[in-house]
């Protein structure tokens, strides 16, 4: 583009057909923005290959769709945070033992009381003290549990037991 100095360029859709452009005035105040076709004989397109090769514009988009990917991402981590659907165990105790109570004396529907209790049983072993405990009893019964409560107070005797 007369003119203008090439800032960046990287292709904008899946199929690699149409390339998004952006030019910088000589002054370095104006940004134009241009989409070519990526089309062997168009002017536009023969003109930016002059100013950035292929290989560069397949890398430009790899970038540009990872920032993308990780800017998209931040944004629904804060969205969930501030509507309280996620916690930052590091920086909010609180609100993480606020969501444990919540898990444990929440009435659950027998599918969703399915769920939790696999999950949470498979947790309860991934703790070191159980998972290296060899009281059997103790472990059959957080296996035998049926009820986040009650697997619950078989891995706490089970763990008291193994500290004691």
């Given at each position: ?34 989409y ?23 890398e ?47 009435e659950?529907s ?7 209790l696999f ?29 986040i ?16």
């Open positions: 583009m007369q003119g203008y100095n090439l800032l960046t360029a990287h292709f904008s859709n899946n199929e690699r057909t149409t390339v998004e452009v952006y030019w910088c005035d000589d002054k370095g105040g104006n940004i134009q923005v241009e070519t076709e990526a089309k062997e004989g168009d002017a536009a397109w023969e003109e930016l290959l002059t100013h950035i090769t292929i290989d560069q514009l397949h430009n988009t790899y970038k540009h769709i990872r920032e993308q990917n990780d800017a998209f991402e931040k944004q629904v981590i804060q969205v969930a945070k501030k509507r309280g659907l996620v916690y930052d165990t590091n920086t909010d105790r609180g609100a993480a033992l606020k969501v444990a109570a919540d898990t444990l004396f929440r659950h027998e599918a969703e009381l399915k769920e939790y999950t949470y049983k498979l947790n309860l072993f991934e703790n070191e003290v159980i998972k290296n405990s060899k009281d059997r009893t103790g472990k059959a019964a957080i296996r035998k549990a049926t009820s409560i009650e697997a619950t107070m078989a891995a706490c005797a089970l763990y008291q037991k193994e500290l004691h």
